[in-house]
């Protein structure tokens, strides 16, 4: 099963070319990619969408530490839009390798996982595989 659209919340831009040129490469993975550089700009977009009853992704790959509004903030607030939990999963990439945001990211329901980068392609491609599997479980 193919996810219409995904959401990459990071303000690294080599990181960000580098997963849209994997998930590129997985053409059949999805059909759209949003990026924004921090919490802020995703929230802000997020909310127009479904403002304008647009669909919101189904993926989300979210940074932890981005200025303007870090991924912690952006999930808290997230979490507060009603039955966000049905329509999208939440997968934290970042460098931190901290228990301690481990088992934070472990408190809220929405996020399916914390990867720490750097990501080599074939993790990327297997994670991909994985978000595919559950998918089509679902449906």
Do not use: H
Not at 39 to 67: C, H, Q, W, Y
């Amino acid at each position: 099963m193919s996810i219409d659209t995904i959401c990459l919340i990071d303000d690294d831009p080599i990181f960000v070319f580098g997963t849209k040129v994997i998930l590129n490469n997985n053409s059949l993975f999805c059909s759209s990619i949003l990026v924004f550089e921090n919490g802020r700009e995703a929230l802000d977009s997020l909310t127009a969408l479904l403002k304008s009853e647009n669909k919101i992704p189904e993926v989300i790959f979210l940074d932890l530490n981005m200025p303007i509004m870090d991924g912690w903030e952006f999930l808290d607030e997230l979490c507060k839009i009603p039955d966000i939990n049905l329509k999208t999963k939440v997968y934290i990439l970042s460098s931190s390798i901290s228990s301690r945001d481990i088992a934070k990211s472990q408190e809220y329901k929405i996020v399916k996982d914390f990867i720490s980068k750097p990501l080599t392609e074939e993790r990327f491609s297997a994670l991909l595989e994985e978000i595919k599997t559950q998918d089509s479980q679902l449906n």
